[in-house]
């Protein structure tokens, strides 16, 4: 409605300062031109498109000198937009965060792989040899626990994050709870009561943790369900 009303007053001003109007001038130019500021900048967000308006404005307001050549950049900025850049410039940050969290998963996965089974080169080096038979026995307990981790359990938990369960979540909840503290997740309480926030611990003191996400949590149950689901998350890829 406000953006309805907006635009008729933009067209009244329009016409009243040009003493008319006619459909030639929003013409294929002119609607390409808005397209690829919406592309450039990012579909779906306000903010995205006064940026891509100001990128291409630039290109085509201030690099006229290079003539014809500034709508085949403008053109080139959006096809790259288009295949690498699924948010469009704006949405470059939220993209990269996903990257990283994605990265830092496989990484998680990894050292929990690699910790089950380690090769037979490094065990040598090893001197502890209870730490091999608890890496063994970790990685048979996760292989079983993945078996436990069923749509009917997940729902359980966000349906009771607390109190009693049954033996299969309990199993799991257990399991978590006593890994060490070096990245693990915990919940981080920015405004009592209304917002949380999921954290990864450093385990080592006077470390702040780092923070997991952006996303926020408005209640302390719902940040339990967000742990829950990324402890199963980094069990089933380990």
Request: aromatic share 10%; with cysteine.
């Amino acid at each position: 409605l406000i953006s309805s009303a907006a635009l008729g007053v933009i067209g009244a001003f329009y016409a009243t300062h040009f003493r008319g109007a006619s459909p030639n001038l929003f013409g294929f130019d002119t609607v390409s031109m808005a397209l690829a500021m919406l592309v450039i900048g990012g579909l779906g967000r306000a903010e995205g498109a006064v940026l891509g308006t100001l990128i291409v404005v630039f290109i085509d307001r201030v690099m006229i000198d290079l003539g014809p050549l500034r709508i085949v950049l403008i053109g080139v900025l959006m096809l790259i937009v288009v295949l690498f850049l699924r948010g469009g410039v704006f949405g470059i940050k939220t993209q990269f965060r996903a990257w990283r969290d994605k990265k830092k998963s496989e990484n998680r996965s990894a050292r929990a792989e690699k910790g089950g089974e380690m090769l037979p080169e490094e065990a040598t080096e090893v001197r502890d040899k209870d730490e091999l038979a608890f890496r063994r026995y970790d990685k048979n307990q996760r292989d079983f626990l993945k078996t436990l981790v069923t749509d009917e359990v997940i729902k359980e938990f966000k349906n009771k994050p607390l109190g009693q369960h049954s033996e299969a979540l309990e199993r799991l909840l257990t399991y978590f709870r006593r890994q060490p503290m070096v990245d693990k997740y915990a919940i981080k309480c920015v405004e009592p009561f209304k917002v949380y926030q999921v954290v990864a611990l450093s385990g080592i003191p006077g470390v702040a943790p780092r923070q997991v996400e952006d996303k926020v949590y408005t209640s302390r149950e719902d940040a339990y369900v967000g742990v829950f689901t990324r402890r199963i998350q980094d069990l089933l890829e380990s």
